[in-house]
């Protein structure tokens, strides 16, 4: 039973993520938590989450000291994912991963020995479904009244 359960889960994530091209990615820094934009990769969501980037970059450097992250997303919802990242050197993986924007945007190829992925584990998750039209009028409601309205949730918590 627990694995529906969680699978189940994992398809709720799916498709609440699908949509969205970019992501934000929360490290921690020496002077605390940074966040910044990277492109969601194209594949089957699984419960661990894919990302490119390069070796000279200050992402890497914070996940090699903590590895501890967040990731969000905005799109038709809003979804916070917390998990542990892990730096993979897998040259199958960078290629399967790899595209035509990517050597654009880095300005490389993925080859190229400074090109490191980063692997999510999805440890939990949270989110916020904006296209829901009970959610929305709950949500006001409570502003409007300071009440809570019955059997209504404005978020859900997922532990994976």
Known sequence: ???????EELETLRELINDVDTAMLTTVSEEGLVSRPMKTQEVEFDGDLWFITKKDTDKYEEILHENDVNISYAGK??????GRAELVD?????KELWSKSYEKIMQT??????????KVKTEA????????????????????????????????TLEL
């Open 77 to 82: 919802s809003f979804v916070s994912i917390r």
């Open 125 to 156: 998750a949270e989110y916020w479904d904006t296209g829901s039209f009970t959610k929305n009028i709950a949500f006001f409601y409570k502003r409007m009244t300071g009440q809570e309205a019955e059997n209504t949730n404005i978020n859900e």
């Open 109 to 118: 190829s993925y080859d190229d020995p400074n090109v490191v992925l980063i």
């Open 90 to 94: 897998d040259l199958a993986k960078k």
């Open 1 to 7: 039973m627990e694995n529906t359960f969680k699978q």
